[in-house]
């Protein structure tokens, strides 16, 4: 089974912090994502990656940026956390662009104080 | 902007019925996937219909494709409490999916 690990369940900021969130994937994956989830608006894309060290943007990648230096691992930066990031972000991969059902990791719930 | 679209925000049926949820899209799609999520965690996927197929079966679970209505519908045959959860509907277009923003189901016992 795949299996896609995020390093917090719970996370409890302040304002201006910065914020690095985990994800691991352990079936060689090509694909990487990062969605924010929050009431009335559903799944939104923030980045993804195709490969090793690249990435590209999503639908909301403003105060967000992200990092893949290994293909088992996607980062997401919160270079200065604000309150509005208040969120539930949760991370995915997929095989590749044309087996792209997409296994999740349980989701990390971060608060910005 | 929201590609898909679920309807209908929520529904609650008794144990032993069947449910159906429908997915309304905009533009074209390669194509659609359903997913669950259970409260507070990740999402499953559940099935995924491909542009040119109008109907797949899961288990309990049918899917129909309507690519001339741009419309999606999930059926859930003889639920159970445990089908309790939230579904979405995700449209592949360019290799990323976009996600509606779900029916909330209810199973009550």
């Known amino acids: 089974d795949v299996k896609v690990t995020q390093s917090s369940r719970y996370l409890v900021k302040r304002t201006g912090e910065k914020v690095f969130l985990e994800c691991v994937q352990d079936?060689?994956?090509?694909?990487m994502f990062w969605y924010r989830q929050d009431p009335g608006l559903g799944l939104r894309l923030i980045y993804f990656?195709?490969?090793?060290?690249?990435?590209e943007k999503g639908d909301i990648p403003e105060g967000y940026s992200v990092s893949r230096e290994k293909k088992e691992r996607f980062s997401l930066i919160l270079e200065s956390a604000s309150t509005n990031q208040t969120s539930m972000y949760l991370c995915?991969?997929?095989?590749?662009?044309?087996?792209?059902?997409?296994?999740f990791g349980p989701g990390t719930r971060l608060t910005v104080l | 902007s929201q590609q898909g679209e679920e309807d209908p925000q929520a529904l609650s049926i008794q144990e032993g019925e069947n449910a159906t949820m429908n997915c309304s899209y905009k533009?074209?799609?390669?194509?659609l996937q359903w997913y669950r999520q259970n409260s507070g965690r990740g999402l499953v996927h559940l099935i995924l219909?491909?542009?040119?197929?109008r109907e797949k079966h899961s288990g309990r679970l049918r899917v129909t494709l309507d690519t001339s209505k741009k419309s999606s519908s999930l059926l859930i045959t003889a639920s159970r409490a445990a089908d309790t959860a939230s579904y979405f509907c995700?449209?592949?277009?360019?290799?990323?999916?976009?996600f509606g923003k779900g029916t909330m189901l209810l199973v009550s016992p």
């Open positions: 995915a991969s997929s095989l590749g662009r044309a087996n792209n059902e997409q296994f």
């Open positions: 995700a449209t592949d277009i360019y290799s990323t999916l976009t």
């Open positions: 219909i491909r542009s040119n197929e």
């Open positions: 079936m060689d994956h090509e694909n």
């Open positions: 533009t074209s799609i390669n194509n």
């Open positions: 990656s195709y490969d090793v060290k690249m990435k």
